[in-house]
């Protein structure tokens, strides 16, 4: 990549392929994302908790699966210098599910409702919409196994996108049963997949043994024609996990929300039981998938823990931002233009009035001429130009510059005595502006 500051030139450090930065431009959209993510899931009564990006390799290799892609070829495991095998945590689960336990946050009275966004490394193919880091917006609800839940979950990751204006999401259902029902399943799946052996890829082969219900997982073109031919796990499905199924599409239906039952649908991770969850994009290309989940009964026992059930899901933050519409508010600051040493520092304290009030300001110690400051602001995007100069300081004048209109007014501004009247002589100030509104400053909503 050539660094744009000097066109050409190679930059001498690049990021790691598979990574990224997200310049501040960018970062503003991440930033509302964010934001009506958490507003959103905190609606439905989940917490933010927040857990180290790395944990003892372990927890991934029992609760991911041994077997999983993740595990067997994705991990960023490495060893410390006591000679302890860490990893960069793949997914959220597992660092929930520890938590809980180290904590026993189940003996509280608090519902385990939680949500947390933040990056995942995964050692991924590097492609558009895959990346190795990435980031997830991850919610998880342990301690309830009603399929109600698991319904509401589906409902608030629909209501979700839809707020933040994705177009042409599809919901897709489908549950892979329990431990009861899931050994037939897989060995018919099996016993189908080892008849055309030779047409599948090398991954694909391992599957059949290891676990089948992954060759639905297979992105190579001739294992996904095969998979169509192979059994559906709706067929399979003991008494209780096809009453449970139907439970939760009978919630859906009461909500009026529009999904389709995919029988193909299963996940790429050991711990999933019964239901599991996609929204796709269907107007993106390969890497569609925004958002995945489903229950996971057993992870709480694999880890030696309680028989607590769960049940969650994880988004995609990159894919989010690609299909969201996001309402990014415009630049809206005052641009503090200062000429000479003593106007630095009235302009270093006209800074920290506006700043108190809650206006955005910036002032560069640069100690450049008028001219270059005023043409700075403007292109920044300032809403004005306060100009502290000599004679401002001497005169106990401040002038601001009305950088829409180009229009300039100034007030005497008693402030530069006494500190009390700012606000007094900041609101005469302003009224002369094409937003005589904007001193004093709306008080924004609480969080
Ligand atoms: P998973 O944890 O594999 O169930 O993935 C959940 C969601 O995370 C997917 O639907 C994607 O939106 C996103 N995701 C998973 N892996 C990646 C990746 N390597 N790069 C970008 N997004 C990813």
Known sequence: MTDPEKPGLRAPLQAIRG?????????????????????????????????????????????????????????YTFTDKSGRS???????????????????????PEPLRFYYIGPMFRYDKPQKGRYRQFHQADVEVFGEADPA?????IEMAGSLLEKLGVEDVEILVNSVGCPDCRPA????????????????????????????LRLFDCKVERCGELSRGLPLVSDFLCPACAENFAEVRRRLDACGLRYRVEPRLVRGID????????????????????????????????YGGPDIPATGFAMGMERLLEAARLEIKP??????????????NRAAWLARIFRSGGVECLLEFKDRGLKAQLSRAARLGASFAA???????????????????????????????KEGEAEAAL??????????????PAKEAKP
Request: charged share 30%; net charge negative; with cysteine.
């Open 149 to 153: 839940v698991d319904a509401e979950l």
């Open 86 to 108: 860490l990893t960069l945590r793949p997914e959220y689960t597992p660092s929930i599910a520890r938590a809980i336990l180290e904590h026993r946050l189940d003996l509280r």
């Open 331 to 344: 630049e809206n600051f005052v641009f503090i233009a200062y000429l000479g040493e003593e106007a630095k």
């Open 19 to 75: 990574t990224h930065d997200i310049l501040p431009a960018e970062a503003r959209r991440w930033q509302a994302a964010e934001a009506v993510c958490k507003s959103h899931f905190e609606l439905y009564g989940y917490r933010e908790i927040r857990t180290p990006v790395f944990e003892p390799t372990e927890l991934f290799v029992k609760g991911t699966g041994e077997t999983s892609d993740i595990v067997t070829k994705e991990m």
């Open 427 to 440: 609101r005469r100030l302003f009224s002369k502006s094409s937003r005589p509104d904007f001193w004093p």
């Open 185 to 212: 399943y897989s060995h018919a799946l099996r016993e189908k997949a080892e008849a055309s052996r030779d047409e599948y890829c090398a991954d694909c082969r391992r599957r059949i043994e290891l676990n089948p």
């Open 387 to 417: 100009i502290v100069g000599q004679d401002e300081v001497r005169n106990g004048r401040l002038v601001v510059k009305d950088l829409s209109t180009g229009s300039q007014f100034d007030e005497p501004v008693a402030w530069l005595e």
């Open 271 to 302: 711990y999933y039981t019964r239901t599991t969850f996609e929204i796709v994009n269907s107007s993106a290309g390969r890497q569609n998938a925004i958002l995945g989940g489903g229950r996971y009964d057993n992870l709480m026992k694999t």
